[in-house]
């Protein structure tokens, strides 16, 4: 079983910046790392993933050009950069983790999740 915590969520101005941590209990051998966003009634939404060995990313389009992952496997901790930040970018947003290595875009992918932190964006 493999616990993540994700850190670094807040409230922040539009055209802000923040950086979002997800640090898992272990290692999980060749896990990718997908981060997802869920806004109050609206369905959890795919941001970002990263492959195990970090040489491969792939991003949503409604954040390519603003957002970047990256993780630090000896720390076992995944990253997402947030860039000029948008008050419909406010969600929860969760990174997640999957044991074979190959989950991308699609939630049902991952095996294990975290708790998720808040992101507010203020116009």
């Known amino acids: 079983q493999v616990q993540l915590v994700e850190s670094g969520g807040g409230l922040v101005q539009a055209g802000g910046s923040l950086t979002l941590s997800c640090t898992a209990s272990?290692?999980?051998?060749?896990?990718?790392v997908g981060w997802f966003r869920q806004a109050p009634g609206k369905e959890r939404e795919f941001l970002a993933s990263i492959t195990w060995s970090g040489g491969s990313t792939y991003y949503a389009d409604s954040v390519k050009d603003r957002f970047t992952i990256s993780r630090d496997n000896a720390k076992n901790t995944g990253y997402l950069q947030m860039n000029g930040l948008k008050p419909e970018d406010t969600a929860r947003y969760y990174c997640?983790?999957?044991?074979?290595?190959?989950?991308?875009?699609?939630?049902?992918?991952?095996?294990?999740w975290g708790q998720g932190t808040q992101v507010t964006v203020s116009s």
């Open positions: 997640a983790t999957d044991r074979a290595g190959t989950a991308l875009g699609r939630s049902n992918d991952y095996d294990y």
């Open positions: 272990r290692r999980t051998v060749r896990g990718s």
